[in-house]
């Protein structure tokens, strides 16, 4: 099979574009000292990436995967840095904290298993690898800030170097290289890690430990800060939204990485619709998807894909994926691609025998013109992704009363209510490091730029549902893209992937499996 641009390129698609890497912009705002180290307190003299064999891809031994002076694809040790100091700085700068002790907590995931001995594939910690860009399991990242002083102290704890453990698993960086190549002060084997706690609580107070204590990443750790937490000598924050604020908003270096995913995950989309053809499974679309999404340069999807053809696309979350797609039904797939843990999502509806019905068109376009018309409001009036939902109800109702799809006579409150039970789901969600990314940022919070948000109407009308007409029922439709917010118009990350009635038309099914 072609690669999945060359196959763009034969069959004439004419959103294509490549994605250059940009250099990270020096001399941004960071959280600097001005007052003496603590003693036993020693600064990193420089950034540099240790030559050796560790425990994750780096320049010397990927060079493919990761460019000069990175750490991780895209991103430097002085940006993974930046972000600790201005976390640091934001946890500590509320007036109730300035005069206390800080032990923050933030641990890696760790390994989780799918039957005896058997591994998923590893998934790290969203918010441990945005502070430290470390893949490694069960880690933890302590970073401890004394009352009266500007400074901080990064510690990582990470297992030791083990032969026998790395012979069935693997490299792992331990102990002696972790400090300087993650750029953190000190490194320590994890095990030491529960003395450690008990150890610091008790020598710093009145002491505050910030750690997220509701669904722990790591649960083999989580007792041994609870127990600090019982003994009553320091109180407990968490300090998950505030990171999660930080998270919102992207660097320059993550809006590149945030462009080369949207573009594999728009090629991928694609390349499904040039192979879909009447009598396929609904398991082989998604087939196609991933194995273009890795060729293009992706680790894997970025979630279990849904891929629904008929009426099977009424039921928002359909995972199943093993029916065999009929010439006259609407496919309509929601998948994405996770390159360096950051994700794409995208959805798109098309004509399995490659010509929408007439039905099916109405329906398509009218979705399609609310979507643009959404996409321009975030530029114009930048609202808050509660009130785009408002927004979408109403040019949904709208459309589908301009259609005949629904009563010309209801009210405006009965029509938002019509479309709303049609598409109820909300129409943005924030991405990056998560599919739904910073979860505990409020859809209510007003959107800007460096924000990257999904915009996804869709309507659903089950084949029972006697309120729309016979023609269009059955039918489930979603059109969503990837979309940062910035100063001016917004910018389509997933551009690439087509939407337009003829586009549409011109690609599905011209590829042979």
Not at 90 to 95: A, F, M, N, T
Request: charged content about 20%.
């Amino acid at each position: 099979m072609y690669n999945i641009r060359q196959v763009a390129i034969h069959l004439g698609a004419n959103c294509r574009r490549r994605i250059l890497r940009q250099s990270l912009t020096h001399g941004r705002l960071r959280f600097m000292s001005t007052i003496e180290y603590p003693p036993d307190f020693k600064p990193a003299s420089q950034f540099a990436i240790p030559n050796c064999i560790v425990g994750q891809p780096t320049y010397h031994t990927h060079p493919h995967m990761i460019p000069h002076g990175h750490l991780t694809c895209g991103i430097t040790q002085a940006e993974y840095k930046e972000r600790r100091d201005t976390f640091v700085g934001k946890l500590v700068s509320e007036i109730n904290n300035v005069h206390k002790n800080h032990i923050i907590v933030i641990p890696a995931a760790s390994k989780q298993y799918m039957s005896d001995k058997i591994p998923y594939v590893f998934r790290q910690n969203s918010d441990f690898f945005y502070l430290t860009g470390c893949l490694e399991p069960s880690a933890v990242l302590v970073l401890l800030k004394p009352a009266q002083t500007e400074n901080y102290k990064s510690i990582l704890f990470v297992h030791e170097k083990d032969s026998h453990a790395e012979l069935w698993e693997g490299p792992r960086t331990g102990c002696g290289v972790a400090a300087p190549l993650f750029a953190v002060d000190e490194a320590h084997p994890v095990e030491t890690f529960n003395n450690f706690i008990h150890k610091t609580s008790s020598s710093l107070r009145p002491g505050v430990i910030w750690y997220h204590n509701e669904s722990p990443a790591n649960p083999d750790l989580h007792e041994s800060v609870r127990s600090v937490l019982r003994q009553g000598q320091v109180s407990l924050e968490d300090p998950q939204r505030t990171l999660h604020l930080m998270r919102v908003v992207k660097s320059d270096a993550e809006v590149e990485l945030m462009k080369e995913t949207c573009y594999i995950g728009s090629q991928a989309m694609n390349m499904a619709m040039a192979c879909t053809k009447p009598g396929i499974s609904e398991h082989l679309v998604g087939a196609v998807h991933e194995f273009s999404v890795r060729q293009g340069g992706a680790e894997h999807a970025a979630f279990p894909p849904v891929v629904a053809g008929g009426d099977r696309a009424t039921h928002i979350h359909y995972v199943a994926n093993n029916q065999l797609l009929a010439a006259h039904e609407l496919l309509l797939v929601d998948a994405g691609s996770q390159r360096w843990l950051y994700n794409s999502d995208i959805s798109r509806t098309w004509p399995v025998c490659g010509t929408f019905s007439k039905y099916h068109r109405i329906l398509y376009e009218l979705v399609l013109t609310v979507q643009k018309r959404l996409i321009e409001l975030l530029g114009e009036q930048r609202p808050p992704l509660d009130q785009l939902f408002e927004q979408m109800c109403r040019l949904l109702g709208a459309q589908l009363q301009h259609e005949g799809i629904i009563d010309r006579n209801i009210d405006s409150n009965e029509l938002i209510g019509r479309a709303y039970r049609l598409c109820p789901h909300h129409v943005s969600h924030y991405l990056g490091l998560d599919v739904h990314d910073a979860p505990l940022v409020r859809r209510r919070t007003p959107v800007r730029p460096g924000m990257i948000v999904t915009v996804e109407p869709g309507i659903y009308i089950r084949p029972d549902d006697d309120s729309v007409p016979k023609e269009f029922r059955g039918v489930g439709i979603r059109i969503e893209d990837d979309v940062l917010v910035t100063e001016g118009e917004p910018l389509v990350l997933s551009a690439a992937c087509v939407k337009e009635v003829d586009d549409i038309e011109a690609l599905v099914g011209k590829q042979n499996l």
